[in-house]
């Protein structure tokens, strides 16, 4: 597990959560949830909030005091949504320049919440638990959004199958990075089309369609 969140937090809250990319929903399985929680919880503990100029600040401020208070507002509503925070879910006092919001952990979240289903950029991470694969994966679908994803497993054969019902369009293993010599884009409200790779240069590329009659064709 330890090795799998050394993978997971950076991407979760790298560039204070304010990445379409973030992973931003963590699924563990119930009988190791509570650990799983704590960890996460821990490991945000640690992160060094600050200003971004300073070498050993790990998470900086939001890009704006609007959007310090829309996600601010979203963890509130998280909270009367029955979700419960394990750290975080304020903005620092002691940060009085910039727009900073606290490295958040939500537990006991379900896939209905809003904090679950809205894209919050924001540095806020929801674990939710899993019974088993199908509702693993049931659970990652139950997006309106479907742009990347990871699974963290050491079984290669296992985690191609899981990959392949998960949908978004593109989706990691055992880690997550853009290639720029693969295509990138998302599916459902995450958009339409792919940049990167061949199929991003067919962007850029006019077709004709040219239709014969049936004897020339022949």
Same mark, same amino acid.
């Given at each position: 597990m330890a090795s799998?969140?050394?993978q997971?937090?950076? =991407?979760?809250?790298?560039?204070?959560?304010?990445?379409c990319?973030?992973?931003s %929903?963590i =699924?563990?399985?119930?009988?190791?949830y509570?650990?799983?929680?704590? &960890?996460?919880?821990?490991?945000?503990?640690?992160l060094v #909030? !600050?200003?971004? %100029?300073d070498?050993?600040?790990?998470?900086?401020? =939001?890009?704006?005091?609007?959007?310090?208070?829309?996600? *601010?507002? *979203?963890?509130? #509503?998280? %909270?009367? @949504?029955g979700?419960?925070i +394990? $750290?975080?879910? /304020?903005a620092p006092?002691?940060l009085?320049?910039?727009?900073?919001?606290?490295?958040t /952990?939500?537990? %006991? /979240?379900d896939? +209905?919440?809003?904090?679950a289903r @809205?894209e919050l950029?924001?540095p806020? #991470? $929801? #674990?939710?638990?899993y019974r088993?694969?199908d509702?693993?994966v049931?659970?990652?679908?139950?997006?309106p959004?479907g742009l990347?994803g +990871?699974?963290?497993t050491?079984d290669?054969?296992?985690?191609i199958?899981?990959?392949?019902r998960?949908r978004v369009?593109?989706?990691?293993v055992?880690g997550?990075? =853009?290639?720029?010599?693969?295509?990138?884009?998302?599916r459902?409200?995450? !958009?339409l089309?792919?940049?990167?790779?061949?199929e991003? *240069?067919?962007?850029y590329? @006019?077709?004709?369609?040219?239709? *014969?009659? &049936?004897? +020339?064709s022949?």
């Amino acid at each position: 597990m330890a090795s799998a969140l050394a993978q997971i937090l950076p =991407l979760s809250f790298f560039n204070s959560g304010q990445a379409c990319i973030a992973l931003s %929903r963590i =699924l563990a399985p119930r009988a190791r949830y509570a650990e799983v929680v704590e &960890a996460v919880a821990a490991r945000a503990r640690q992160l060094v #909030v !600050g200003d971004p %100029r300073d070498e050993k600040t790990e998470l900086g401020p =939001l890009i704006s005091a609007r959007q310090r208070d829309r996600v *601010l507002a *979203l963890i509130a #509503v998280g %909270r009367t @949504e029955g979700a419960q925070i +394990a $750290c975080g879910g /304020v903005a620092p006092d002691a940060l009085a320049r910039g727009h900073y919001v606290e490295p958040t /952990v939500f537990h %006991r /979240v379900d896939s +209905a919440m809003r904090i679950a289903r @809205e894209e919050l950029f924001g540095p806020v #991470v $929801c #674990v939710i638990a899993y019974r088993d694969e199908d509702e693993a994966v049931a659970i990652a679908n139950d997006s309106p959004y479907g742009l990347s994803g +990871a699974v963290f497993t050491r079984d290669a054969a296992r985690a191609i199958a899981i990959a392949e019902r998960v949908r978004v369009g593109t989706f990691g293993v055992n880690g997550y990075a =853009l290639d720029p010599s693969l295509p990138f884009g998302g599916r459902k409200q995450s !958009g339409l089309g792919r940049e990167f790779g061949a199929e991003g *240069l067919a962007e850029y590329t @006019e077709l004709k369609a040219i239709a *014969l009659p &049936a004897e +020339a064709s022949a």
